[in-house]
């Protein structure tokens, strides 16, 4: 069975970083399609990246927002720099073997970890 923990919130200052993973379990993350999304307090959950090969960001955290993989470990990580308060999100990860444009249509979905940015 394929699991998704996600890992690596917390509460941070406007101008902080934190570093978010996704640990894949039952499958190898390479061959799945991954997105991280994320929900704002009273705002829908929405797509922020994915990735299939390249990355496709959101222009709200493009240049700030960067993925990368470890493929032997089967985590898929989320730098996020210059946080700002508007980051302010419960984020999740989610995977599939093909992209969804809604957070509940992929077959593996994470439970989410939440950041927190003060300003």
């Known amino acids: 069975q394929v699991q998704l923990v996600e890992s690596g919130g917390g509460s941070v200052q406007s101008g902080g970083s934190l570093r978010l993973s996704c640990a894949v379990s039952g499958a190898t993350q390479s061959k799945l399609y991954i997105a991280w999304f994320r929900q704002a307090p009273g705002k829908e959950r929405v797509a922020i990246m994915d990735?299939?090969?390249?990355?496709t960001y959101a222009d709200s955290v493009k240049g700030r927002f960067t993925l990368s993989q470890d493929n032997t470990k089967n985590i898929v990580y989320l730098q996020m720099n210059s946080l700002k308060p508007e980051d302010t999100a419960m984020y999740y990860c989610?995977?599939?073997?093909?992209?969804?444009?809604?957070?509940?249509?992929?077959?593996?979905r994470g439970q989410g970890t939440q950041v927190t940015v003060s300003s």
């Open positions: 989610a995977a599939d073997r093909t992209s969804w444009s809604l957070f509940g249509m992929y077959r593996y």
């Open positions: 990735v299939d090969g390249s990355a």
